[in-house]
């Protein structure tokens, strides 16, 4: 009799879905095009009016898309860890990662609050304003403008780290862990082929055992 494998239907995708990798990879050609962005206002007084112009939508758009982009996470499966890391790394992989969600929302609220209490009007598209959503002050714009500023950095930190992970399992480990959010095909390292054919073979046993 043939034994079937009862968790077959339960099994974690090898992909994140597709509106997830779509999210994915347009945010990371936004928050890049950001990261250009901010240095340029930071370095060029005379394209910082025209930058801000740019950075105000872009900045909006990311946070319109990470909410769409959290409740896409929150509400699918995703794929599991390769089965060579760590239960630690794997651990510290999901906490970067969540933390990342929420700098993508920090960092556009803070620039938002930032210009309601300077008294700026909050541009996304010509004769379209978001409200304030602080009162005007100086203090509470010194607080937001220093508050994004050194977010900003820590975030861009945060995304060469993320860059550099992601370029390690795609290139040396070779672990399936950077094709699960491409359209690729999985690869998947040998230590998970050798976890799941024990898995099968315990499982055939049970049952074989339960026949007897």
């Known amino acids: 009799m043939m034994i079937r494998n009862k968790n077959i239907h339960s099994a974690p995708p090898t992909h994140f879905n597709i509106a997830a990798r779509i999210l994915h990879w347009l ?10 962005v901010g240095l340029g206002m930071m370095t060029s007084l005379r394209w910082r009016p025209w930058l801000l112009d740019l950075h105000i939508p872009l900045g909006t758009a990311i946070l319109l898309l990470v ?3 959290l409740i896409n996470r929150i509400s699918f499966s995703v794929p599991k860890m390769p089965a060579s890391m760590s239960n630690f790394q794997a651990k510290a992989a999901a906490g970067l990662h969540w933390l990342m969600y929420g700098m ?3 960092l556009p609220l803070t620039g938002w609050a930032q210009l309601s209490a300077g ?3 909050v541009k996304i598209l010509p004769g379209v304003n978001l409200p304030p959503i602080l009162p005007q002050s100086p203090f509470l714009f010194a607080l937001m403008h220093d508050a994004h500023k050194v977010m900003a950095w820590g975030f861009f930190l945060m995304i060469i780290g993320h860059l550099s992970a992601a370029l390690l399992h795609a290139w040396v480990y070779r672990d399936g862990l950077f094709s699960s959010i491409t359209w690729t095909r999985k690869t998947i390292d040998q230590s998970e082929n050798i976890l799941q054919d024990r898995q ?4 055939i046993n049970v049952g074989n055992e339960k026949l007897k």
Do not use: K, Q, W, Y
């Open 104 to 106: 993508m929302v920090a």
């Open 27 to 36: 945010m990371a050609s936004m928050i890049l095009t950001m990261i250009f």
């Open 67 to 69: 909410i769409i982009r």
């Open 200 to 203: 099968s073979s315990d499982e």
């Open 119 to 121: 008294g700026f009007l």
